[in-house]
C-alpha cells in the first residue's frame, strides 16, 4: 500500500477517533451548536489538507489535530471581533447619515410600502439599480441572471411600481438607469 494510502486509513481513523471531542471542545467555547459544528468541520478540513503533516506518532496525532482546532477557533474569534466592530462602525455611520430610500422616514413610507409589493427579485434589481446606482448589466452579475432578463424583469417591475406609487397618490417618479 502507498504512504498516502495508509496516512488516509490513518487519519480517517483519528477523525473517527476526535470528532467527538473536538466538537465538544468547540461546543464548550463558542455560544451555538451550529457554529460549534461549522467550526469542527473546518477543523476536519485543514486536517485532511494537511495529510502530508500527520505525525508519524499515534501519539501525537491528537494533539496535532487539537492545536488545528485551536488555530481554527482562534480564526473564528478573530472574524467575530472583526466583524463586531465593523457593525459598530456601521451603526455610527448610519446614526449620523440619513441615506434616502434606507432609514426609515415617513418621506419614504409610500415607496416602502410599494417595493413591498414586488417579488424578491424584481425589488432587488429596482434597489440596485435606484438605491446602490448599479447599471442593469452590473445588477445581472449582481443577481447571476442574464442582462435581457434583468432588462426585462427591470422594466415590468418599475411600470409596477410607478402603478402602485400612483395609485396611493405618492407623486414620487422614478428615472431611468443610466
Do not use: C
Not at 116 to 131: A, P
Not at 141 to 146: D, E, H, S
Request: proline share 3%; no cysteine.
Amino acid at each position: 500500500m502507498s504512504r498516502r494510502g495508509r496516512g488516509t486509513e490513518r487519519i480517517e481513523a483519528a477523525v473517527r477517533d476526535a470528532s467527538p471531542d473536538l466538537l465538544a471542545y468547540f461546543a464548550r467555547r463558542v455560544d451555538s451548536t451550529e457554529d460549534a459544528a461549522d467550526l469542527l468541520a473546518e477543523t476536519l478540513l485543514a486536517v485532511w489538507k494537511r495529510i502530508a503533516a500527520l505525525p508519524t506518532d499515534a501519539g501525537e496525532v491528537r494533539p496535532w489535530m487539537f492545536g488545528i482546532a485551536r488555530n481554527t477557533l482562534l480564526h473564528y474569534y478573530r472574524g467575530k471581533k472583526r466583524r463586531a466592530a465593523l457593525a459598530d462602525r456601521l451603526r455610527g455611520i448610519l446614526a449620523t447619515e440619513s441615506q434616502p430610500g434606507f432609514i426609515d422616514s415617513s418621506e419614504f413610507d409610500g415607496l416602502h410600502e410599494a417595493l413591498r409589493t414586488l417579488g424578491e427579485v424584481d425589488r432587488e434589481i429596482i434597489t440596485l439599480v435606484h438605491w446602490d446606482g448599479l447599471s442593469l448589466a452590473e445588477a445581472a452579475r449582481v443577481l447571476k441572471l442574464k442582462d435581457g432578463t434583468v432588462r426585462s424583469r427591470y422594466h415590468r417591475a418599475r411600470t409596477a411600481l410607478r402603478e402602485q406609487l400612483e395609485s396611493s397618490t405618492s407623486t414620487t417618479v422614478l428615472s431611468s438607469p443610466a
